[in-house]
């Protein structure tokens, strides 16, 4: 398979960036898309030229390192996929494909299609954790935890944090992240004591490092990768209500 790429170069933060045509041949229809990237650094390496840099490390749709735009989508056309589980049969070697970095003003471009997604660290910095002493690992079921809690705490648990959530909102939003990584801790019994100063402080930091404010549009949900739902925001809310109306009344 041949295909024509319209990758976005740009050296560092500060400098202004540009797509640039490639041609890349034997591609197999079973490699990945990363699998294709690496392809052309060889061969841009071979020649003296500068690799594209790109994220990546499990590659296993684990970790969520590899995030890019692909044709204006996160994570490209499939849905419930990472890059780096797209393959190239997937694609249609006639037409032109565009690769860009994510687009959010939190998430700074450091080079090529590699950026910044240390404010995800500053808002699990917050109050994404759990500080009450809970001792050590207690014996198998010890601690009752009711089906639909247990439910909505792993799905909630399996956001890899790449950030698809925030380079397809258009208003910029990390909420489904900061929902999801709050709901995670808030819906068992250890996380439940601190389950909406947890919800106040991830939220305050989530405004503060310059996401914008979540409109419930639900394109967040069309590209996360496992399928985190648009309810988990829902529910995230609630508890920054109820955080809210606790410190009205205190006061």
């Given amino acids: 398979?041949?295909?024509?790429?319209?990758?976005?170069?740009?050296?560092?933060?500060?400098?202004?960036?540009?797509?640039?045509?490639?041609?890349?041949?034997?591609?197999?229809?079973?490699?990945?898309?990363?699998?294709?990237?690496?392809?052309?650094?060889e061969r841009l390496a071979t020649d003296g030229e500068q690799p594209v840099a790109f994220d990546h490390d499990c590659r296993e749709g684990i970790c969520g390192m590899c995030g890019m735009m692909i044709d204006g989508i996160a994570h490209g056309p499939q849905r419930e996929?990472?890059?780096?589980?797209?393959?190239?049969?997937?694609?249609?070697?006639?037409?032109?494909?565009?690769?860009?970095?994510?687009?959010?003003?939190?998430?700074?471009?450091?080079?090529?299609?590699?950026?910044?997604?240390?404010?995800?660290?500053?808002?699990?910095?917050?109050?994404?954790?759990?500080?009450?002493?809970?001792?050590?690992?207690?014996?198998?079921?010890?601690?009752?935890?009711?089906?639909?809690d247990a439910d909505r705490a792993f799905e909630a648990a399996a956001c890899i944090g790449c950030g698809a959530c925030v380079a397809t909102c258009p208003n910029g939003s990390g909420m489904l992240f900061t929902a999801a990584k709050a709901t995670h801790l808030g819906s068992l019994p250890q996380g439940r004591p601190e389950r909406l100063s947890r919800a106040e402080n991830m939220v305050e930091t989530h405004d503060e490092l310059g996401f914008g404010g979540c409109t419930n549009t639900g394109e967040c949900t069309v590209v996360c990768?496992?399928?985190?739902?648009?309810?988990?925001?829902?529910?995230?809310?609630?508890?920054?209500?109820?955080?809210?109306?606790r410190d009205t009344a205190a006061s």
């Fill in 225 to 245: 990768p496992v399928g985190i739902p648009l309810e988990t925001i829902a529910r995230f809310n609630r508890d920054v209500l109820k955080a809210s109306f």
């Fill in 1 to 41: 398979m041949r295909f024509t790429l319209r990758i976005w170069r740009q050296d560092s933060r500060d400098s202004d960036g540009r797509l640039v045509e490639y041609v890349v041949d034997d591609v197999l229809p079973d490699m990945s898309f990363l699998e294709m990237l690496d392809v052309l650094n």
């Fill in 81 to 148: 996929t990472t890059t780096c589980q797209l393959y190239m049969r997937h694609f249609d070697e006639g037409k032109p494909i565009t690769i860009e970095p994510w687009r959010a003003k939190p998430f700074p471009v450091v080079r090529d299609l590699v950026v910044d997604r240390s404010a995800f660290d500053r808002i699990i910095e917050s109050g994404g954790y759990i500080s009450a002493p809970t001792g050590s690992a207690p014996d198998a079921h010890a601690v009752q935890v009711r089906k639909r």
